[in-house]
């Protein structure tokens, strides 16, 4: 509840003679605890995420009705010798909930230990930190109370010694522009003024400098040509009224827009306060904002691709269609400067960094307004992500140790989408950690670029053709196993050398992916031909994903792949490896082409526009769809083999990457699934089950190796030598 300035002022008098001749750890102890008190009617109305740097801390506050794009660079006050994080996240709290707008709160260091520049170097820092960030310089406005108001103007003269764009607008509570203390004010206010003294500012400046008269100190004393326009509020009864009257007149006089505001009878900071009486000074300000930060944030939508309409509607709490793509490091991950690469980054994928949404026929997604918070492993790769979290965010980022790992629910996009995001993450972190200047090559998007519109598209409905193509055939045979508890995947990977493997797919006359595929039918074959008689034998058949952005023209992120299905019927009689191979081979040759492709398309997209599937509310649809999946989309294979192929990445980048993984989620009815990729020469081959039983993997392993083929294997299972997967066993 907001209080009224005739007690505020009252009860700053009484504390005033109590607040003389403190000293500086006291001094700093009640400007916390004013802090505190300041934040405690709003803290459930944002969140905040704290950011370590080389020299100091700072704190970006959200609120949780944000409708503002750009932000805020508060600069406390404290004469820049008093104000820890929780100070300055204090008023930061104020301004983001009456504002609807992050506020980034740096907490600079401080005098006597830190003098003139620490303050005034952590406030660049803290400025070039979000134009690195991708925040644009007219959407940045600086505010400042206090020192911390001074400091804003000080950090403008800096920008422009610099050659740095300035910020769209400075908003200053009593800035503190003049050390030397030169105003008349600091005479006539005196006795008046119930929070400050000549006595305090004077020790504050010794403190702080030694050289006063320095612009980059005083602001008052520099060259304000072509600064930012200003909001300026200060009390009448303040000893630095001065400061704010002739700054505000300096501007003017420069050519400046400026805007001062002397609230009659008012102390120094008094906006800091909420006062009841000068509520309308919120108004004020948000009137400034909407003329120098007039972009309304509005968080942007699209409609699910057309792969992706099924995934919602199949949902169980055992097939949750989520898929990790990771990478390991050379080293830990530091995650505070994981979780800053990571807000760096969802600004440039609006078509990933989104969550679901709800509508009426469909669903759809929305852009998240912050990037999620970075999550420690727990248990198993691809634990269930439950259907209330997606509708708050739709992927995660997850760090063990050296690794950082993205899951994403498939709705989203594909395994190349995920790459590209995964790949542009770890740019930004190796930047900010180890100040890496990673070119945007190979997958790397530029973080600061404007997102392209092809990046968005659904890319299904451009490249649908007119004629269709049936999708029928018979059921698979099934793994199975006892299944393991809670969700736990085991993952075993086995790793190669790809030129051996590249070798041995040539000789035979087929490609990688297609000698792997013929692996693991030949051994689902074995498996089957252990336990089931030939004539009750069911076809072995591998679901593998095309990516189409190799046959089609197409930027998107999100999902573009369509599958195809190579297979053998085990009662046609025996199979050798060498004879799956060719039929595996000519099988996909025949099927990867832009028409066969487009022709699948077709068959989905016009089922999608069916005028009665439209009109269905979605309750129905789900219903539908669920049902559809649940006859066609499990049991037409045995397990899913998806290939990311060659991963490169700029040449700055592999030096800090170790290797690379992709791992597909198990089904309920199908235990097993594979991801495939390759890099830095090595062959990743990810096999995931939901079942204890390890008899697929030990059969692959069998046939590779008598094919020559030498396998390092790693796994999570907890009688494994190795353990690359998971934190807990």
Not at 59 to 64: A, D, G, K, R, W
Not at 209 to 238: A, K
Not at 295 to 318: F, Q, S, T, V
Not at 416 to 444: D, M, R
């Amino acid at each position: 509840m907001a209080l009224s300035a005739k007690f505020v002022k009252k009860q700053l008098k009484k504390i005033k003679p109590l607040t003389e001749g403190a000293t500086i750890e006291v001094a700093r102890q009640q400007h916390d605890m004013i802090g505190n008190l300041m934040v405690i009617p709003r803290r459930w109305k944002v969140s905040s995420r704290t950011y370590r740097f080389a020299n100091f801390s700072a704190s970006m506050v959200y609120p949780l009705d944000e409708t503002r794009e750009g932000i805020i660079l508060y600069l406390h006050g404290g004469g820049y010798a008093c104000g820890g994080l929780d100070y300055a996240r204090a008023f930061g709290t104020v301004l983001a909930t009456e504002s609807s707008v992050r506020v980034f709160c740096p907490a600079y260091r401080l005098a006597p230990e830190n003098p003139y520049p620490a303050a005034l170097d952590d406030a660049f820092v803290s400025y070039k930190y979000l134009l690195d960030g991708g925040y644009d310089s007219e959407k940045i406005i600086l505010c400042g109370e206090s020192a911390g108001g001074g400091l804003a103007y000080c950090l403008c003269l800096k920008l422009k010694e610099e050659n740095l764009p300035l910020p769209g607008g400075v908003i200053t509570v009593s800035p503190w522009t003049d050390l030397t203390l030169s105003g008349d004010s600091y005479r006539y206010n005196r006795d008046s003024d119930p929070n400050m003294t000549i006595e305090k500012l004077n020790l504050f400046a010794n403190y702080y400098t030694s050289d006063r008269t320095n612009p980059l100190v005083s602001p008052l004393f520099g060259d304000l040509e072509g600064m930012p326009p200003s909001l300026i509020f200060v009390g009448g009864s303040e000893i630095m009224l001065d400061d704010s009257k002739l700054m505000h007149q300096k501007l003017l006089e420069a050519g400046c827009i400026s805007t001062l505001i002397v609230a009659p009878d008012m102390w120094h900071g008094y906006v800091l306060y909420d006062l009841k009486e000068f509520r309308s000074d919120y108004k004020k300000i948000n009137a400034f904002l909407d003329e120098h930060l007039p972009y309304r944030r509005k968080l942007r939508w699209m409609k699910l691709d057309n792969a992706a309409k099924i995934y919602p509607a199949a949902y169980r709490h055992n097939r949750n269609h989520v898929f990790r793509i990771s990478a390991t490091l050379i080293e830990p991950i530091d995650k505070p400067v994981l979780q800053s690469a990571l807000d760096v980054t969802v600004r440039r994928f609006p078509a990933l960094a989104v969550r679901l949404r709800r509508g009426l026929f469909w669903y759809y997604l929305e852009e998240i307004p912050r990037a999620p918070e970075i999550m420690d492993e727990k248990g198993s790769p691809l634990m269930r992500m439950p259907f209330e979290n997606i509708r708050k965010c739709a992927f995660r980022v997850i760090v063990y140790r050296n690794r950082i790992a993205v899951e994403f629910f498939h709705a989203l996009t594909d395994g190349s989408g995920a790459l590209v995001f995964l790949k542009t993450l770890v740019a930004e972190y190796l930047k900010q950690n180890y100040g890496a200047k990673i070119p945007a090559i190979h997958g790397v998007l530029d973080r600061l670029e404007v997102p392209d519109d092809e990046e968005t598209e659904d890319s299904y409905l451009k490249y649908a053709g007119t004629v269709k193509k049936k999708r029928t055939g018979p059921k698979a045979y099934r793994l199975d196993g006892t299944p393991e508890v809670d969700g736990f995947l085991y993952v075993t990977t086995m790793m190669t050398d790809v030129t051996k493997v590249l070798e041995l797919a040539r000789a035979k006359g087929i490609t990688l992916t297609a000698l792997i595929c013929s692996v693991i039918i030949k051994a689902i074959y074995d498996i089957q031909n252990e336990s089931t008689p030939r004539s009750r034998q069911k076809p072995v058949i591998i679901q593998v994903p095309v990516n189409l952005r190799n046959l089609f023209k197409s930027k998107t992120l999100r999902n573009f792949s369509l599958y195809i299905t190579p297979g053998i019927d085990p009662k046609l009689g025996e199979w050798t490896l060498d004879e799956i191979c060719k039929t595996v081979y000519h099988r996909m040759a025949a099927e990867i082409s832009a028409k066969e492709m487009s022709a699948g398309i077709a068959s989905n997209v016009n089922s999608e526009q069916s005028l009665i599937i439209r009109i269905l509310p979605l309750f129905l649809k789900n219903a539908v769809l669920k049902a559809a999946y649940n006859v066609i989309g499990e049991g037409r294979d045995c397990l899913a083999l998806s290939n990311l192929g060659v991963v490169n990445v700029p040449e700055e980048m592999q030096q800090f990457i170790t290797n690379m993984d992709f791992i597909l989620g198990a089904r309920p009815r199908h235990p097993y699934n594979c991801g495939m990729l390759t890099y830095n020469n090595t062959l990743y081959l990810n096999l995931a089950r939901n079942i204890r039983e390890p008899k697929l993997e030990k059969k692959i392993y069998e046939i590779l190796r008598d094919l020559g083929i030498r396998i390092k294997v790693e796994s999570n299972n907890s009688n494994a030598p190795v353990h690359r997967h998971n934190a807990v066993q």
